[in-house]
């Protein structure tokens, strides 16, 4: 079966280091997401990539990094420059059109946790 | 950037109650997508909706897309234990290919 497959499922970081979320797709679509949950705020838009090798900074994206060398993967870092990392981070994919995105997935997250 | 707006925040229902929770936007969206998250889980779609006035029902949920392109409801009928979870509405205006989100409705159902 398709779907969105985010890894790990919890992740502790030290102060200072960087760590990588892993979010890999097989449902072929060309755009994905990145957001940030914290309790009370929804959803916020880190980084999107609408098609390989490109890449947009969504609402909050100080702090954070991405890549989309291949189409199924758009792997998130989250660096030591991102002072309130503890937060649980959603991977989402979709097929983009003009009329509106079809096919808007999640992954089931990763809470990561500074120690 | 778009804002949305969902209330209620909050609700505490009665089993065998009906829900309704609603958003609204600042700009016209030609997108409304419904989701639930369970705890520790990712948002799953409940319902689409694509085009102004309509209405889409999945079991027990309806969903409508307001006329004016600005606003989008959600109803559940007869609530069960499982229904409770927060509820996201997601909307995308002409021209964007991603989801502003509301900040969701915590659902508690008292049996």
């Known amino acids: 079966d398709g779907g969105i497959t985010q890894s790990p499922k919890y992740l502790f970081r030290k102060e200072g280091q960087n760590v990588t979320l892993s979010c890999e797709q097989n449902?072929?679509?060309?755009?994905m997401y990145w957001y940030r949950q914290d309790p009370g705020q929804g959803l916020r838009l880190i980084y999107y990539?609408?098609?390989?090798?490109?890449?947009q900074k969504g609402d909050i994206a100080e702090g954070y990094s991405v890549s989309r060398e291949k189409k199924e993967s758009f792997p998130l870092t989250v660096t030591s420059a991102q002072k309130n990392p503890t937060a649980f981070y959603l991977c989402?994919?979709?097929?983009?059109?003009?009329?509106?995105?079809?096919?808007?997935?999640f992954g089931s997250g990763t809470r990561l946790t500074v120690v | 950037g778009q804002q949305l707006n969902q209330s209620p925040q909050s609700m505490f229902i009665q089993e065998g109650e009906d829900v309704s929770m609603n958003c609204t936007s600042s700009?016209?969206?030609?997108?409304w997508l419904w989701y639930k998250q369970d705890p520790g889980e990712g948002p799953v779609l409940l319902i689409a909706?694509?085009?102004?006035?309509e209405l889409t029902s999945n079991g027990r949920l309806t969903a409508q897309f307001g006329i004016t392109r600005k606003d989008s409801f959600l109803n559940i009928s007869a609530s069960i234990p499982s229904d409770v979870g927060i509820y996201f509405c997601?909307?995308?205006?002409?021209?964007?290919?991603?989801?502003?989100f509301g900040k969701g409705t915590k659902l508690s159902v008292i049996p």
């Open positions: 909706l694509y085009k102004a006035g």
């Open positions: 700009s016209i969206f030609n997108t």
């Open positions: 997601g909307g995308s205006g002409a021209g964007s290919y991603q989801l502003t």
């Open positions: 990539s609408q098609i390989v090798n490109d890449f």
């Open positions: 449902l072929n679509h060309d755009a």
């Open positions: 989402a994919s979709s097929i983009p059109k003009t009329g509106g995105p079809r096919g808007y997935t």
